[in-house]
């Protein structure tokens, strides 16, 4: 299972970044759970300066923007 | 650090192949761009023949300046969203974030201006953006510096600009949107005003910037472009066509001595007017710059013009509802005051400058 944070003030591209998280989480079949991180302390804690970010394993991935479902699916399978 | 090492072009999918069709492709679009650019005048000169109306009416104006203004305007602005899409390829908040760290003022704001006109930033992220920048010790005024130049000076502003008013205006904007940044910012940053931000900002840890290599090759960037064009001329394109069918109106039909009696240089309370309208108009940035052209057709004044625009760009309303989580009232209302002082003097300069 893994465990996986969007950092993010709830605006419209950190929805669709979750969105797009568990869609791709689903085609490929893999386990998730998935926490939105919108206190803003917290997600300075993962030292970003922009949203959304996208936590897996306690590791930053991503941050600022949409990402692209290619980057997803490798976060999720590797 | 590895995270905030600059994107580096990657050696596997960048070989001369890659390179031959990610260059070439766009260059054959720029130059297939330009041909349907240069066809415009009279293509649309001949549509507005062949429809019903008497030539050289009103309507007929309204209608020309319609048909010609859509397509050209939406062209350019893609241009400038493509461009502006790849240069923003080269640069992320944290990137910005590692170069302003520690800068001293006076330097410091001048790249923190510059270098918000071509960090991507939404005004989404600008309390992330904040706190990440002032708890890594950015200068609190460094950090304003490029809090006001990455709205004001966005892509979607020059882009119609040089569409409709053409490039030294675009050019003024970009230049004078640039200076008020870094003196605004520098200003606030001369005040000593740490203690009037929110209590909690100061106590937030920054935890360690642990972002992977992003490792771009040509390819991701000409994409990053594209996905910019049809992200931000997608969301903006009904605005701007509302606002040109506005323009085509106010061309063939609004009375020029009336407006250029409320908005022309001789009205010297015409700016801080035009800096009143536009703070609360953020969202319709794409729409009103077609309207704002039509006025400056009817003689009103460039300089009130510019500091209408910049005032909708740069003091909007949800964003310092948004800034209201880190900064006190009594900063907003410094960081407004100083701002909007920058815009009018911008104003009046530019109706001083440039005689009608």
Same mark, same amino acid.
């Given at each position: ?78 | ?85 790849? #240069? ?250 100083? #701002? ?17």
């Amino acid at each position: 299972m893994k465990d996986i944070k969007v950092l993010g003030s709830g605006c419209k591209t950190c929805q669709l970044t979750a969105k797009l998280i568990r869609t791709e989480a689903e085609r490929l079949g893999v386990d998730i759970r998935l926490d939105k991180v919108t206190d803003y302390a917290a997600i300075a804690g993962y030292g970003i300066a922009s949203t959304p970010g996208v936590v897996v394993d306690g590791k930053v991935v991503h941050a600022g923007g949409l990402p692209q479902a290619a980057n997803v699916a490798t976060w999720l399978t590797s | 650090m590895s995270c905030c090492r600059p994107p580096q072009p990657d050696d596997k999918l960048s070989g001369a192949e890659a390179w031959f069709i990610w260059l070439g492709g766009p260059l054959f679009a720029l130059v297939l761009w330009g041909g349907v650019y240069r066809a415009l005048p009279p293509l649309s000169q001949w549509l507005v023949d062949r429809l019903p109306v008497t030539p050289g009416s009103h309507l007929a104006e309204a209608l020309a300046f319609f048909f010609y203004d859509t397509p050209k305007v939406l062209m350019l602005l893609a241009l400038v969203v493509f461009l502006m899409g790849v #240069v923003r390829s080269f640069f992320s908040a944290e990137n910005t974030r590692r170069l302003l760290a520690g800068r001293r003022e006076g330097v410091g704001n001048v790249a923190a201006a510059t270098l918000g006109i071509v960090t991507p930033f939404c005004s989404c992220s600008a309390v992330p953006l904040f706190i990440g920048f002032v708890s890594a010790g950015v200068p609190l005024g460094v950090t304003f510096s490029f809090l006001i130049a990455a709205p004001m000076v966005n892509e979607v502003a020059l882009g119609l600009l040089f569409g409709l008013v053409g490039w030294p205006v675009a050019l003024s904007y970009l230049g004078f949107g640039l200076a008020i940044a870094i003196v605004a910012g520098f200003v606030i940053g001369r005040c000593h005003l740490e203690g009037w931000l929110q209590p909690w900002v100061l106590e937030v840890r920054l935890g360690e910037c642990a972002l992977p290599d992003r490792r771009l090759a040509i390819e991701d960037r000409v994409r990053a472009g594209w996905q910019a064009v049809t992200d931000i001329v997608g969301k903006v394109w009904l605005w701007v066509i509302a606002g040109i069918a506005v323009g085509a109106l106010i061309h063939g039909y609004a009375p020029t001595e009336t407006l250029a009696a409320i908005m022309g240089k001789g009205a010297w309370w015409s700016v801080p007017l035009a800096v009143l309208i536009g703070v609360p108009m953020y969202s319709n940035a794409a729409g009103i710059i077609p309207v704002v052209e039509a006025l400056l057709g009817k003689g009103a004044a460039l300089g009130t013009v510019l500091a209408f625009m910049m005032a909708v760009t740069a003091l909007s309303l949800p964003e310092m509802i948004i800034l209201r989580k880190v900064l006190t009232g009594r900063l907003i209302a410094v960081f407004i005051a100083v #701002v909007a002082a920058g815009i009018l003097a911008v104003g009046y300069l530019f109706n001083l400058l440039f005689a009608a």
